[in-house]
Nanobody, 126 residues
Framework: QVQLVESGGGSVQAGGSLRLSCAVFGHIRDDYSMGWFRQTPGKEREGVAGIAAIGGSTYYADSVKGRFTISQDNAKNTLYLQMNSLKPEDTAVYYC???????????????????WGQGTQVTVSS
């Protein structure tokens, strides 16, 4: 069974940086795309960034474009989200996820993702 485990969350002041990691355990198909999502209490889960399994194409939500960078190691067993210039509005629980929908997954619709981590809390103070 595939498991995704996030780490790297914490508290940081506005303008600071954090790097989230997502370790992939178990067998996952090479054609799965990966993504990062976040959710704040009272709000729907929203897509943050995605990366295609083949080709490495990336997509970012407008709210994080230019500040966040999604990447993965060569073995594709770890997904990263480098977050710079953090803002209080970035405060949320961040989830990594995997999708078998290929390029469609880059639309960052939660319903297109098949595996999810438990999330890691990111708190940005002003």
């Amino acid at each position: 069974q595939v498991q995704l485990v996030e780490s790297g969350g914490g508290s940081v002041q506005a303008g600071g940086s954090l790097r989230l990691s997502c370790a992939v355990f178990g067998h996952i198909r090479d054609d799965y795309s990966m993504g990062w999502f976040r959710q704040t209490p009272g709000k729907e889960r929203e897509g943050v960034a995605g990366i295609a399994a083949i080709g490495g194409s990336t997509y970012y939500a407008d709210s994080v474009k230019g500040r966040f960078t999604i990447s993965q190691d060569n073995a594709k067993n770890t997904l990263y989200l480098q977050m710079n210039s953090l803002k209080p509005e970035d405060t949320a629980v961040y989830y990594c996820a995997a999708s078998f929908w290929g390029s469609r997954a880059l639309k960052l619709s939660p319903q297109d993702y098949n595996y999810w981590g438990q999330g890691t809390q990111v708190t940005v103070s002003s």
